[in-house]
């Protein structure tokens, strides 16, 4: 039976011959974002305007006649029917299609010698092939020449990959209907020329013909393994009726939930006749299931295709096989439905935007339908509908990994009057180890339309008038709210209606804007969806404190909110870019990931960043199983180069290994510093990091520009914090605009928490008089060690090899080091200073000072620490009379909060001093409060060298974790 084979009526089809009867549904009570509301209110229409009685569904709807039999019980049969639905990513090879062939085989032939299972197939067209149906269409009328050489490449790929499954003698007829289909639709796209129009029946047309060359490719395929099976062309069973403002194949990923209703008692009555017809023809009435020859029958079907009530071809809009396997499975009373994906099931979130995403073990079909109608593109919006009647399992599994499991549909979530007699809520993180939500989900290409302005003509007729002017234009309305104080109204639309949604708000209110009673009317596009979903919500208090407070530290603007009634979702409308973000944000937020950091080290082949970099590697498993944090290192750069992990997701090399992928790796870009902060202001985690460990100015001028863009910054670098004071200010003022933080702790002495203690007391009302104290390791080394042994210049060549001193060797020795420290621990307590305003005693004469040296290191060290010994009888000297006093020298530095001096000089302390006992890798830092008046509150410690400094480093990212997870509480 050939459907369209007559050219005249697809040309008339396509002239417009056929006009499709608007039927209308009973009309769903709007709400602000229920999409399960309406999935149930759907099922219950079914029933009663188009479901058949029951004994027609279980008669198959055919006319009395006791020779007919069920196809819903096959007769001998232990076992229901299974539907398989395959999609095009599925089939897009001759090896997929093998592979599709085989599992259906075998999950024909039955599990734990239960025997045979009469199988379904529901199958998508190839792989790209509906795309470049939908070209031919669209390029009939400006070129029909490109139109006729998209259809051949089209037709011609599908009959090659037929003849690799199947010998001639089953291709050959098959390969004939392809080309006779290929005429019919040369006959329908140069038409479109006459009437310059592309109806949108003609779209539907043609492109279902994608599906009807699959089914037979794969039909083909299982004749050779010798198997009773068969195929359908889905128009010729599935009937259905369309809303009005539903015509045309739909937008590819559109959000929109189709509008398209199986009528059941015709469609039941159908695939009666076909089963006691062609099924009797080809024997599978006949079928022993059990037994040595115990076989099953394999029907593969068209999904996406159907006919209307008038007998025209139409589609169940893109995506809409996972519906044809769902409703086919209701006809056929089957034991389940298996999806096959590309992907192990349903997951958390998209995992191509979500890395750390894994797929969920169950799901209700409530929330499967909110998950599918907020972007989930796993499943069409409209598949679960024909499966909760009957309570019909559907398993969403991967065709590449049979073997897991994946995802699980059944059952209902309980009714919001069930929940609430559960009793008081409870905030859900008191539940420990029970996560409220299932997944987080988005859709994209969304415009937000709003009426704004319109309270003299009061709310409810405004909101009629307004969602009726939109139904009026078929606008598929996603979301909505409401401003009751203005009657101001928001929806958001798919984008690509928009400026529909917005002409017809400007006709349906036209009167009121010339009369000046309403502000405006805008649309806003470039924005996406963003949705959690899970009946745990209902009744736990704190879910959408998470949800936002997770937006809000990822630095993500809300337009929108909008929680569904059912209190199984909570929707937010975002800037399209920030998608991603978003999304990251949200499943860090909830535990269904580890908080990451994405984190750019600058300086990484230096001694501190190269050792920060080894720690990060070492402790990685630690950081994930203890505190569930990970630190992805996505960018690491010298002075000359960089390397960029790819989507956010971490270089492929860890610790030493980066320094290498630096110096000769392949993707090594040159090191430029706008690149790297266009990359960090792109990058989707929402949680970003800069580490500057280097002395750069350079660096030191893109601080402000990071922390404005949500990036956040920690700087062992003194350069910002000790800088011009101007810089610095507009540096923090950036940081408290933008509510990231700027991480310097290790700044001053590496792993000690100086700066942490100091603004714990000024937070807790204690007021600091003075700061005294030695920060300089090399100095603390060389001046702990100074004998008559041991010259000066001897004792800082020691500290030098220790790597306990800068990398400019003359700051250490001028004192420029320790009032850089000075300056910003001052700033700390409110004194605007510069470097200049701190008193500072080098060690080393005016001469020295304004020598140039090599550029090379290790040159200029060895010139530096010899140039020094002229130090070493001043220095001993100095040791002799310090010691012959009962003293100890100590490079000291003071800070008098009252009298705003600052000072740092080399300094003979007694024993009554903290210093006079400071070992040779300390750092000391005392401060005297009005606490602390009568003793100083003191932290020392070991502070000297890369691997402490780089620990001090790790300590501010980690507390910059920290901080992150918990405000997102």
Request: with cysteine; proline share 4%.
């Amino acid at each position: 039976m050939r459907l369209l084979a007559p050219t005249l009526a697809l040309a008339a089809l396509a002239a417009g011959g056929f006009g499709v009867e608007a039927f209308t549904a009973a009309p769903l009570r709007a709400s602000s974002s229920s999409p399960a509301f309406a999935a149930r209110h759907l099922t219950s229409t079914m029933k009663a305007t188009v479901a058949p009685p029951e004994d027609a569904l279980n008669a198959g709807g055919a006319p009395e006649n006791v020779n007919e039999e069920c196809i819903r019980s096959p007769r001998g049969s232990a076992n229901d029917w299974e539907v398989h639905k395959f999609g095009g990513a599925s089939l897009a090879t001759a090896e997929l299609y093998r592979t599709v062939g085989d599992l259906l085989i075998r999950e024909a032939a039955g599990r734990n010698d239960a025997g045979p299972i009469p199988t379904m197939a529901v199958v998508s067209a190839r792989g790209g092939m509906t795309d470049l149906l939908v070209k031919v269409v669209d390029t009939a009328l400006q070129n029909f020449d490109e139109a006729t050489s998209a259809l051949t490449d089209a037709v011609e790929s599908q009959i090659a990959l037929l003849k690799e499954l199947a010998p001639p003698e089953i291709t050959d007829v098959i390969e004939e209907r392809f080309r006779q289909d290929e005429r019919d639709i040369l006959s329908v796209v140069q038409s479109l020329r006459m009437i310059n129009t592309v109806p949108a029946v003609t779209m539907e047309v043609v492109t279902g013909f994608g599906e009807i060359w699959s089914a037979q490719t794969l039909h083909a395929y299982l004749q050779t393994r010798g198997v009773p099976c068969e195929w359908i062309d889905a128009r010729e069973i599935l009937i259905v009726k369309s809303d009005a403002g539903n015509a045309g194949l739909g937008e590819k990923g559109s959000a929109a939930t189709g509008g398209v209703v199986p009528l059941y008692a015709e469609t039941a009555t159908r695939m009666a006749n076909w089963w006691n017809t062609v099924g009797r023809d080809n024997g599978f009435l006949d079928l022993e299931y059990d037994g040595p020859d115990a076989k099953s029958p394999i029907v593969v079907v068209t999904g996406f295709v159907a006919t209307s009530a008038d007998g025209v071809p139409t589609t169940l809009k893109r995506s809409g096989s996972d519906y044809s396997a769902t409703v086919f499975a209701k006809l056929t009373g089957a034991g389940r439905v298996t999806m096959w994906k590309n992907t192990d099931g349903v997951y958390t979130a998209d995992p191509r935007r979500v890395p750390e995403a894994f797929s969920i073990a169950s799901l209700k079909y409530d929330e499967a339908i909110e998950l599918a109608y907020f972007g989930a593109q796993v499943l069409h919006p409209s598949a679960m509908v024909p499966c909760i009647d009957d309570e019909i399992p559907v398993y969403v599994r991967n065709i590449f990994n049979p073997a897991f499991e994946g995802t699980v549909i059944r059952g209902r979530s309980p009714t919001l009057e069930e929940v609430n007699a559960k009793g008081k809520a409870k905030n859900w993180r008191s539940k420990r180890g029970e996560i409220p939500i299932k997944g987080i989900t988005s859709v994209d290409k969304i415009s937000l339309v709003t009426l704004e302005g319109a309270s003299v003509i009061g709310g409810a007729n405004v909101a009629e008038r307004f969602m009726g002017a939109l139904a009026d234009a078929g606008v598929n309305v996603l979301i909505i709210t409401q401003a009751s104080s203005e009657s101001s109204i928001t929806v958001a639309v798919p984008e690509n209606e928009g400026e529909r949604a917005l002409a017809a708000i400007n006709d349906g209110f036209e009167l009121e804007f010339a009369r000046s009673t309403i502000n405006s009317v805008s649309c806003n596009g470039g924005m996406s969806i963003v949705a959690i979903v899970g009946e745990g919500m209902a009744m736990n208090s704190g879910v959408s404190a998470t949800f936002m407070s997770s937006l809000a530290r990822a630095n993500v603007n809300i337009r929108l909110i909008a929680q569904g009634s059912s209190e199984r979702q909570v929707a937010v409308v975002v800037d399209g870019n920030d998608t991603s973000r978003a999304l990251r944000a949200a499943h860090m937020a909830f535990t269904l990931s580890e908080t990451a950091a994405s984190v750019a080290v600058l300086g990484a082949t230096g001694q501190i960043g190269s050792s920060l970099l080894s720690q990060l590697s070492d402790q990685k498993e630690n950081l994930a199983k203890e505190i569930g944090v990970e630190m992805r290192v996505n960018i690491a750069a010298s002075s000359s180069s960089m390397v960029m992990g790819k989507d956010g997701c971490g270089l492929d090399a860890e610790g030493d290994a980066i320094g290498t992928l630096l110096d000769d790796g392949d993707d090594s870009l040159e090191f430029d510093l706008d690149h790297l902060t266009e990359t960090m202001a792109a990058d989707v985690n929402p949680l970003r990091v800069v580490i500057d460990c280097t002395n750069s100015e350079a660096a030191a001028d893109y601080y402000e520009r990071w922390l404005a863009s949500g990036v956040h910054v920690i700087s062992p670098s003194r350069k910002v914090a000790a800088g011009p004071f101007e810089r610095y200010q507009r540096v923090e003022e950036a940081q408290r605009d933008s509510q990231v933080n700027w991480q310097f702790e290790s700044s001053v002495g590496s792993a000690l928490p100086i700066l942490t203690t100091l603004r714990d007391l000024m937070e807790t009302g204690d007021h600091v008089k003075a700061i005294r104290g030695s920060v300089s390791g090399s100095l603390a080394y060389a001046l702990s060690n100074l004998s008559e042994d041991t010259p000066f210049s001897e004792a800082f060549r020691q500290a030098v090899d220790k790597n306990y001193a800068e990398t400019a060797l003359l700051e250490d020795l001028t004192g420029l080091d320790v009032a850089r420290k000075v300056v910003i621990l001052a700033r700390q307590v409110g004194l605007n200073v510069n470097i200049e305003d701190v008193e500072v005693e080098s060690l080393v004469p005016d001469s020295l000072k304004g020598k140039e040296y090599s550029s090379d290191w290790n040159v200029m060290k060895d010139e530096l620490l010899e140039d020094i010994k002229v130090l070493d009888a001043d220095m001993a000297e100095r040791a002799r009379a310090a010691e012959s006093d009962g003293t100890r020298l100590r490079y000291k530095f003071t800070i008098d909060k009252e009298t705003g001096r600052c000072q740092c000089k080399l300094e003979a302390v007694g024993n009554t001093d903290p210093l006079y006992r400071l070992k040779s890798n300390e750092n000391l830092v005392a401060f005297e409060t009005e606490r602390y008046s009568t003793s100083p509150l003191i932290v020392k410690g070991a502070a000297a060298g890369p691997d402490l400094a780089a620990a001090g480093i790790f300590a501010d990212l980690l507390r910059l974790t920290r901080t992150y997870s918990a405000l997102q509480t």
